[in-house]
């Protein structure tokens, strides 16, 4: 069996010296020194990749509730029933939008970016007219995100925009004003076991989505400023998290390396990937796209070998029974995307055979067709 995915997080010895500071200053909780380095360092890592101005955060415990206090923090205020988003993202994205009270109204995505596009929001605003609270516009499994267009999108339309960026904390290439939420769940390309982050160029929304997850009490004081709950995290996670950034560099040319043998390998038989992956970014999630006509012969083929897949997003949230009943705008394109894209065993200690062997079972059926 070569298992789809398989969680690598900072070992044992890696983490013992930040478990020690742990033990001394016996702190557990609530914005402690490790936490407080840990957000330090990551939005330092963050500002590096996007060449911008400075970056800030809010950690949150996990990345749908990132996606929670972004909505709530942007939607305050506001008027409007419905968060338009793409139909092809995880669950967690809806469930988010419904959690601050909000429908969702599931719109289509570009075929070949597997994105909502601003022109594809901006039909589903004139399709619910003065009746859109928000958008979130969701990094197909860790796909960069065009965030300047969206900001003319904002800028144009009066939403604000919410960024869902679960997979994609190694490819923020632009960060601004508008909230980029990143999970750091262990099946992330840098992830902590279980956690979020929200960041931003705007000091004053980090600071109050931060107060936000520690039930709106402003900083110093125990006066519930604002509606929030307990969304931090510990400091034993931040102790992960900073391992995980001291390791960083080794995981980013495994990562690559892995992805570049799958590159060769595929482009070998003439078979892509999602555009970009492996060269221009990197994530967990690799996705082949697999012709249409063959795309029920190749997985038979991956489960006869022992091959482990996903479609990463299922059917789309639309095709959820919790979802069914939410308005969308048709979703023409979605159903080819679905079915086309591949979820292929990936993960940093992938072998190259292990990679052949996924690339030949696929050659192996294109050939006879």
């Known amino acids: 069996m070569i298992p789809v995915l398989i969680p690598s997080l900072p070992e044992t010895d890696a983490i013992v010296p930040y478990l020690r500071r742990i033990d001394g200053a016996r702190i557990y909780s609530n914005y402690g020194p490790l936490t407080k380095e840990f957000t330090a360092r990551l939005c330092g890592f963050v500002s590096g990749q996007s060449g911008g101005g400075a970056v800030h955060?809010?950690?949150?415990?996990?990345?749908?509730?990132?996606?929670?206090?972004?909505?709530?923090?942007?939607?305050?205020?506001?008027?409007?029933?419905?968060?338009?988003?793409?139909?092809w993202t995880f669950i967690a994205t809806a469930h988010a939008a419904a959690n601050v009270g909000l429908t969702p109204y599931f719109t289509d995505v570009d075929p070949e970016t597997m994105a909502i596009t601003p022109a594809i929001a901006a039909r589903a605003l004139r399709a619910n007219s003065g009746d859109v609270a928000a958008v979130i516009v969701v990094s197909p499994c860790g796909a960069p995100i065009d965030v300047a267009a969206w900001e003319a999108f904002e800028a144009a339309h009066d939403v604000p925009v919410v960024f869902d960026a679960a997979a994609a904390t190694l490819n923020l290439r632009r960060v601004g004003a508008q909230p980029v939420c990143t999970s750091l769940h262990a099946t992330k390309a840098f992830g902590i076991g279980e956690g979020g982050a929200i960041f931003s160029t705007d000091p004053e929304m980090a600071e109050t989505i931060t107060a936000m997850t520690g039930f709106g009490f402003s900083p110093g004081s125990r006066v519930s400023q604002m509606r929030g709950g307990n969304y931090r995290i510990s400091e034993y996670a931040a102790a992960v998290g900073l391992a995980a950034l001291d390791g960083l560099d080794a995981r980013i040319a495994s990562l690559r390396e892995v992805s570049l043998a799958y590159l060769e390998g595929f482009e070998r038989i003439s078979v892509p990937m999602q555009a970009g992956f492996g060269r221009d970014w990197l994530t967990m999630t690799a996705n082949a796209i697999i012709p249409p006509a063959d795309v029920e012969v190749v997985t038979a083929a991956f489960d006869a070998a022992g091959i482990q897949w996903r479609r990463w997003y299922g059917d789309g949230c639309h095709a959820h029974p919790t979802f069914a009943a939410c308005p969308h705008d048709g979703l023409a394109d979605t159903p080819g995307v679905v079915s086309t894209a591949i979820g292929i065993p990936f993960f940093p200690a992938l072998s190259a055979d292990q990679i052949a062997e996924v690339c030949g079972c696929v050659e192996r059926v294109l050939s006879t067709r």
């Open 57 to 87: 955060a809010a950690l949150a415990s996990n990345g749908t509730s990132a996606i929670e206090l972004a909505l709530r923090y942007r939607t305050a205020g506001r008027t409007g029933r419905f968060c338009v988003m793409p139909s």
